[in-house]
């Protein structure tokens, strides 16, 4: 029995990419979008801008102490005060 020939058959190769309108759509709003924001962000850019100086972070120390019980007012200073208001004569004669 002869061989037959080889015959070439076309490989059908199914796309899920297919050019529909929707899709051309879907790629137009895309393209724009990337567009706006492109020229939005040459539009606020500054080469000239003068940069921002860094600030130094202040950090607490292990030097601080808790309020002593001097800090604190004393009620002698307090009847000090409330003695030289009463001892003030008023001259409303």
């Not at 990419?17 to 924001?37: E, F, H, P, Q």
């Not at 860094?54 to 950090?59: D, G, M, R």
Request: proline content about 11%.
């Amino acid at each position: 029995m002869p061989e037959e020939p080889a015959q070439n058959k076309p490989t059908v190769v199914y796309s899920p990419l297919r050019i529909d309108w929707r899709n051309v759509v879907a790629g137009s709003v895309i393209g724009v979008l990337m567009l706006a924001i492109i020229t939005t962000a040459l539009y606020f850019y500054d080469p000239d801008a003068t940069p921002v100086p860094s600030v130094e972070i202040k950090t607490g120390t292990n030097s601080s102490q808790i309020a002593t019980p001097s800090s604190e007012a004393t009620p002698s200073a307090k009847t000090a005060t409330q003695s030289s208001q009463t001892a003030t004569p008023s001259s409303s004669n």
